[in-house]
């Protein structure tokens, strides 16, 4: 470990602990970039893709950020070749497997959000495992948006509620934010207060479209598997100069 990342263990002082986002959301955009670049197959950005991502969560929790949202795989990403996609589902299961007494030790509270039926049996029974392993844990909630797509998510909420209607359960002049925020994927987790999207892309790709609504993003050209704790210190830092004023003068 270098002098500066053992530095990064800390919060740097020119962080006002104060003013910290409490929830941060990455968009990791840039695996297969990355291993072209080094001449390697995509499957190789996404493994070391996991190693930033676990080294995110830990300097999230390092630092004091209660909760990150990771946007794992999206409903878009069937379509990426066959190979690939099963290639993402066995590294899910894999890591799952592997990192959930790490999480338990640690006191991380995971959870996977998206429409979690479509994904291999095998796969969502890891999942079912890792959250009921860390259900009570709180040093800080890790969700993993996995087959997920914003507008399908408030599809599947206004489907919901239309049902509750029919049934007599609910009257339409009830329903509010807080009622269709209850029917998300993301139902119990607070909005995201930073949106950090790697490799210089500039679009939210149907992620987290209603959550997202004053949420301040950050956009950096690194591509996701050199994203570590300098660059989320630059992102932190970018974000602490911002005027939050939630439509206010």
């Known amino acids: 470990m270098t002098v500066q990342q053992t530095e990064?263990?800390?919060?740097?002082?020119?962080?006002?602990?104060?003013?910290?986002?409490k929830h941060v959301a990455v968009i990791m955009d840039g695996n297969g970039r990355w291993a072209k670049r080094q001449g390697l197959p995509r499957i190789m950005g996404h493994k070391r893709g996991v190693d930033a991502l676990k080294d995110l969560l830990r300097c999230c929790k390092d630092w004091g950020i209660e909760a990150l949202t990771a946007y794992a795989f999206s409903t878009e990403n069937w379509k990426r070749p066959q190979e690939e996609v099963d290639f993402l589902m066995t590294l899910f299961q894999v890591v799952l497997r592997q990192e959930l007494r790490e999480m338990v030790e640690?006191?991380?509270?995971i959870q996977f959000v998206g429409n979690l039926q479509a994904l291999p049996k095998s796969l969502q029974e890891e999942?079912?495992?890792s959250m009921e392993a860390t259900k009570n844990n709180r040093s800080i909630k890790f969700s993993v948006a996995t087959n997920y797509g914003g507008r399908q998510e408030i599809l599947q909420a206004c489907r919901a509620?239309?049902?509750?209607?029919?049934?007599?359960?609910?009257?339409?002049?009830?329903?509010?934010?807080?009622?269709?925020?209850?029917?998300?994927?993301?139902?119990?987790?607070?909005?995201?207060?930073?949106?950090?999207?790697?490799?210089?892309?500039?679009?939210l790709s149907n992620f987290l479209l209603w959550q997202m609504a004053y949420g301040e993003i950050y956009i950096t050209e690194t591509l996701w598997p050199d994203f570590d704790r300098t660059e989320f210190h630059r992102a932190l830092c970018a974000y602490q100069q911002r005027d939050r004023r939630f439509g206010k003068v």
Not at 8 to 21: K, M
Not at 106 to 109: A, G, M, S
Not at 178 to 194: K, N
């Open 8 to 21: 990064l263990l800390y919060l740097p002082p020119d962080l006002n602990r104060e003013l910290l986002p």
């Open 106 to 109: 640690e006191n991380v509270q």
């Open 127 to 129: 999942i079912t495992r």
């Open 161 to 203: 509620i239309a049902e509750k209607v029919e049934q007599g359960i609910l009257k339409p002049d009830e329903i509010d934010e807080a009622v269709f925020e209850s029917h998300l994927y993301t139902a119990g987790i607070d909005d995201p207060d930073l949106l950090i999207r790697t490799s210089g892309e500039m679009r």
